[in-house]
């Protein structure tokens, strides 16, 4: 070989010294090679099975032809997880108080506060309540009253306070009614329940109660996020849409996630929700968008109407199983519509809590009304589309006609799929079979809304696999079983998605729900590094294995946030 001029030389020794510089500096930058990489190219056999990571971000993803030169690890990754509606700081809460899913009789209730108040003791004074969640009066065998807290002398005098399975009514004790002014008269918009004595309070007037409550302050709410965080990566969840977010919690986010110390690991896209519902608040709230991509605030959640369960959802034509009602909508149709307009001309994507077909109808209502406010007359559904995004949270039960303006607009629907196998223990009672077949959980005649999927946790379990499961087959997952006699193989099966749709609703499509799509939802160039590893490929199991997918590891920003031992 002949020698070289050394200017030659040198020319190529530091560009050479600058890589191996950009190497030793860059720690960050980190090779993974699983089993397979789940990327959008991914068909039938992995289409990239490395990844490398780079301030947080994917960098390069390929299939490494000398694939046995790199360390490949057991697994296959999957893009990050996110769970389109739910409630994270409530979601801390359950998890630090009793769980009263699944309970069958106030028997086991009454045992389920017992053995809490053992793990837990000294809980139930004036200045800390015992919180639970879960009841369900149609397990209880009719609606519970303060007095049946008392038949056990462990509970007598505690302050307690518990939910009902969709927490829009609670149940409280004596020494909380005693702390309430007498004789409280009816509210708008709310039940109180006198018979067969008191004790229970629904929607609206769930507000009196409220009002007494000790609210933690904000070193337990610290404590409830980080619980709640901690869950929710162990299910193999990256990021969650907080339906409704008070103004002093969304500071107290802002504070979590711009800290190092607070043990903030979870992207929130969260939905503001004013001190008082149903109100225009935007100089209590700021639009934030952090660098780290772990908070963002662009959204605000009106609420159109109650649950199902409790009667309290807006029908258009009464209820079969109780034709003396059309159910109650929490505000009426020209507040609503002022709202959505208000909240859109602030720059903020309206997002409506809407179960009935009534709701449903208004809110879409406003939301036509606030698209013509701020978009050219001639490109509603262009303009919602790029730039508005406006959702209906819930999107239960739609008339067909609703269906159809919901494409004319491009209205996302943020749906449960784990609500639907829940409500079809009662969905059909109240709904009639008319009304099950053409408007009640729809998913698949929605796909092409490109509907956010979630669970509403903690009203359902967060793991994502029940979802993608109850998506998939219409059934319970935890179960595995439809819902009501008759439902043959799933309850209305004619609406399920099929897997990769599921997915897609966990991932990209709450990306696009939260304007997030060119950052989230996929294992690709310039996306943040969010995955989870999985045993197998979801596309190779027995489908009722889906429901018992246990997660091996999530990865947020190129970080590990939860292994499994
Ligand atoms: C709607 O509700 C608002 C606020 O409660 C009230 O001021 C208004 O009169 C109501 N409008 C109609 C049409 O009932
Ligand atoms: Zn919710």
């Not at 409530?90 to 209730?109: A, T």
């Given at each position: ?47 990239a ?27 296959f ?7 389109g ?55 209880l ?30 149940w ?49 709410k ?21 339906a ?33 519902r ?17 908070l ?151 796909w ?28 319970k ?10 439902s ?78």
């Amino acid at each position: 070989m002949s020698p070289h001029p050394p200017i030659v030389r040198w020319g190529l020794v530091l560009p050479l010294a600058a890589v191996a510089l950009a190497f030793y500096l860059g720690l960050d930058d980190q090779t993974y090679c699983y089993q397979g990489v789940k990327t959008p190219a991914w068909s039938e056999t992995p289409s990239a099975n490395c990844f490398t990571v780079q301030d947080g971000k994917f960098f390069d993803v390929s299939a490494r032809a000398q694939a046995n030169q790199v360390n490949v690890q057991q697994g296959f990754a999957y893009p990050g997880l996110w769970d389109g509606h739910g409630h994270l700081l409530q979601y801390g809460e359950f998890l630090h108080s009793v769980d009263l899913f699944g309970s069958e009789s106030f028997d086991e209730v009454r045992g389920r506060l017992l053995g809490y108040l053992d793990r837990n003791p000294g809980v139930g004074g004036k200045d800390e309540w015992v919180r639970g969640i879960g009841w369900d009066q149609m397990a209880l065998g009719g609606m519970p009253t303060a007095d049946m807290l008392e038949s056990d002398p462990r509970l007598q005098g505690l302050y307690i306070m518990l939910d009902r399975v969709d927490v829009h009514c609670i149940w409280v004790s004596k020494a909380v009614l005693a702390l309430l002014p007498d004789d409280i008269p009816d509210i708008p918009g709310g039940e109180i329940v006198r018979h067969p004595g008191m004790g229970v309070f629904c929607d609206n007037a769930m507000d009196v109660v409220m009002a007494v409550w000790p609210r933690p302050g904000p070193e337990k709410k610290k404590e409830f996020v980080r619980s709640a965080m901690k869950d929710l990566h162990s299910v193999g969840l990256v990021g969650m849409h907080d339906a409704g977010v008070m103004p002093d919690d969304l500071k107290l986010y802002e504070e979590m996630a711009t800290s190092e110390e607070d043990g903030w690991t979870a992207r929130v896209y969260a939905m503001v929700e004013c001190k008082e519902r149903n109100t225009f608040c935007p100089d209590d709230v700021q639009k934030v968008e952090l660098d780290n991509g772990l908070l963002s605030i662009r959204s605000v959640k009106l609420f159109a109407d109650g649950a199902l369960g409790s009667w309290g959802s807006a029908m258009i034509e009464p209820y079969s199983d109780r034709p003396d009602t059309t159910g109650s909508l929490l505000v009426n149709a020209s507040t609503l519509t002022s709202l959505a307009r208000q909240w859109a001309a602030a720059g903020y994507q309206v997002n409506i809590h809407a179960i009935g077909d009534l709701a449903n109808r208004l809110a879409i209502d406003a939301m036509e009304a606030a698209l013509k406010d701020v978009c050219p007359k001639d490109s509603l559904l262009a303009c919602q589309t790029a730039a508005h995004r406006f959702r209906i949270e819930h999107a239960q039960i739609i008339h067909p006609d609703d269906q159809a303006r919901m494409f004319e607009l491009g209205i996302i629907p943020s749906i449960q799929p784990t609500h639907a196998t829940s409500d079809s223990a009662y969905a059909g009672l109240r709904l009639g079979e008319e009304r099950v077949k053409t408007e009640a959980y729809r998913m698949r005649s929605v796909w092409g809304l490109g509907p956010v999927l979630g669970s509403d946790f903690p009203v359902e379990p967060a793991n994502p696999f029940a979802g993608i499961y109850a998506a998939v087959t219409r059934r319970k997952p935890d179960t595995g079983t439809a819902g009501p006699p008759g439902s043959g193989e799933g309850w209305c099966v004619d609406e399920a998605l099929d897997l990769e749709q599921a997915l897609h609703g966990f991932t990209a499509a709450p990306a696009r729900g939260a304007f997030l799509e060119e950052v989230a939802g996929r294992i690709e160039k310039g996306m943040w590094a969010d995955w989870i590893v999985l045993d197998e490929r979801l596309e190779d199991m027995e489908v009722d294995d889906i429901r018992r997918v246990r997660v091996r590891e999530t990865w947020v920003g190129g970080r590990r946030v939860f292994k499994r031992e």
